[in-house]
């Protein structure tokens, strides 16, 4: 017996539901937990559901291209742990919840390696026995320190790029390499705060919360696709360093958290947002 | 076009829910929202589905029992407003909050009537224009007086009763009456500081956190199905009787997500739990 | 005896609270609760003590002045309950929230009349014996319509005035009469979303936490100093309206939070900021 | 310049700010921060004092001492680092956010040694260069086994020892040697579910929102002092395993933020209570 995940979305139309599980019945597939959702302002239908059985892919994906609309989307994704690498500068907090999450099984990811533009983290990595390349960015523009970062993720072939405080902007030529795979850790509440040193800004305006957004990368900085936002509160006694402290709690937080659900095959992407079942 | 949703419920089986949503879809009912779950320490099916479209009770209902298994329970109900009496004793902040959000249309319900043991809380109940009977409990005993409150509230044939701060414990004759349908605040967050006079236990504890629990009423005081349950921090600065204070934000938000969840037939009792879907 | 709340804020300097806690014990006044902040950024101290005792004002603010140093402010506030004029359009929920907190004295400020450029919330008003006054808009330009506001509001001499979801913009001068005395709810964590239908703004970037900000008025809209925030979690199934009706819940628990704040005189306004002790 | 902490405490009589602020004034010592709190119950006044200076630590407290009530309680700490010793069993959680948190900077503890009852979290301890002690229960009775834990724990004459789910009851012997020195973090939102199996109970009572304390040991088991709580929402779809995988997060979190307001000096233990200032 084998599980798998099937994520479907296409058009809404009547009978979704009973024709995928009817067809998952057929197969005798047993369904574990199922959730559906339809958006009504676009009219599209998601679903995803955990599968159990003995599965042949093939006809089962060929059934449910026929019964379903033109143009629908299916995956059938089976439950292997998905193979990530990490990209870091020199802060640690996130990439040691990340690494201390995983030592204790909370977090089911293949931390394939951590790859950082300085050494600083280098030890950290190693202590989990985890392989740790610096390319530094040092005397290269942006174009050429990124080829030399992508020839060492793309020896790892990752199902997800993690930017687990990586302190540099990514042109559109990485992005589309790994379109909808590279999950980023952004220090505000988006919208607040977009761009540089945003708890200076959050200071500076003397907000009473400050939070923390994970995010798929697009080309558009700071406006990608939203996983996962949280908020702590503050108060006026804290400067934009205690801000900057208190903040990495929930940074870490709500990175793994997002990282959670993209590895468990929860999150759909459609359009500009996310849709997590 | 009507809208109504079914709730089943019965030991799980392969391909439930496509046996169900196959009837929905041969009966033209459109699936507006479905949700799911299996208990599988019970081995217990759960399912809520919204359905829109013209609806032949009979003949739907006779199609689910002939394909769901033995003793599968099964619910069709229409979407009109549920009817609720409320029971008050002296404190105004739950039954104000029921009222306001029903004034302003953030829940939906029907209150038929107040009824106290005190006249307390008949001006606050008249400002919007529902009846309020005062039953006082003076020179009854528990009976007597219960069979009071019990003439008056079967008058208004109530889909539910709720206990928004009825400081009086019932006897197992009247909860029998209203099996499941007797909704009670209980100012802690149970199991903690069970019985008489919870934020004086707390306020001894030394607890850093206060709460209230929303329950259905069973013979065994503070023992039946959770609803729902919040808590806020407090510290030490607080009294017991600051404690209460702060309570009462909480109290009466839980006691209304609580109502809202079951007024809209999103609760299934199983066992000593609910189920909420 | 009387209780009296010390407000004071200067330079910070060494001793000064030795100073200031001296004097007061040399009135014969007892300390109930004293708390200070230093910002270390701009060198201001700030101090807020709780006082109780036979105070004689002059002579205590007198010694105050001759110990503190040039420029320092400090005020004496006597614990009566502060008068507040509520402003509306049509919305209902923050009204009510304040109108049902202050009934059950969980809020305790004098609400001495609600005036909307609608006649929507006067029925809501009167229930609770409160002069409701309609200035409508109609035919009139901004300037000549705040004119006609200013007459009721200031008939009242309000202590502070409360936007409770007044969804008109006030001009300079309008602000200038009440400066640093008028309170508005914001239906969004600021800075995000500022200026029109944040909901929509918040449905189109696809948050997964929606906010409410209470902040005095300046002459800069959304941009006067923040009191209190606070947010909830949505998440995909939330259309705009969805949005606004679950915002509302924070909207009215924000405003309501940050209007005790004011009234309890626990807010220092500074800079474009506020000390809250 | 050095920066220490006076903490003191005693019956509360009128003036005590004033004195205490005045002595540390005339030692020519700058107050950072400063807070206090009169607990009106008992009549007891607490003040922790932030200062900044030359010291004198004998003249300071004389003066102290000359000027406080009869019995009153004063302590001056230094800010150095705090020396713990932590005592685990097979778990990971706790110990490995403790050891991550102080290996980012953001908890600032001296870790002098981790012992445990199995060898399962020597490999993570030393990782982080920390000595590891494993020290067997197997064939020893509770009072030979602890009689072996305290000489190891002993060496290192720890200030505090945290128990970081250490899963054995301790002896009065054992907990007097460290009175009020011992943290235990406590996998359930005391006083609810004491005892064993807290998330077993947890789950059989249907609750929906678990939580964690983090408390002083003392002769009673789950009865000493709580320093923090923290809870998280769960719904029926949690097994008690599943609590237990979510609980182990706000256990960790709880632990360390109890453990931080303790290293830190901000907690006083008064009757079976504390206070945080």
Redesign the interface.
Known sequence: MEKKTLLTHCTDA??L??KI??I??KH?L????????????SGHFFMRTELEGYFNDETLLADLDNALPQGAKRKLISSTRKRVVILVTK???CL??I??KN??G?LNVDIAAVIGNYDVLQG?TE??DIPYHCVSHEGLNRQEHEQKMLEVINQYDPDFVVLAKYMRVLTPAFVEQYHHKIINIHHS?????IGARPYQQAYE?????I?ATAHFVTNDLDEG???????IPI???F?AKDMA?AG??VEKSVLSKALSKVVNDHVFVY??????L
Chains 1, 2, 3, 4 share one sequence.
Not at 189 to 193: D, R, S, T, Y
Not at 205 to 209: C, D, E, F, M, N
Not at 225 to 231: E, F, G, L, S
């Open positions: 009547p009978g539901i009973s599980t009817n998952c019945y005798q047993n369904i574990i937990h199922n959730s559906e959702y339809v958006d009504n302002t802060e640690s907090h040691g919840d690494l201390m030592f204790d909370s950290l202590k989990f509440f988006l919208p607040a705060f305006r003397g907000v009473k919360i939070g696709p939203i996983i996962k936002q949280d908020v108060d006026h006694t400067s402290q990495r709690d359009g500009n947002k996310t849709v997590i």
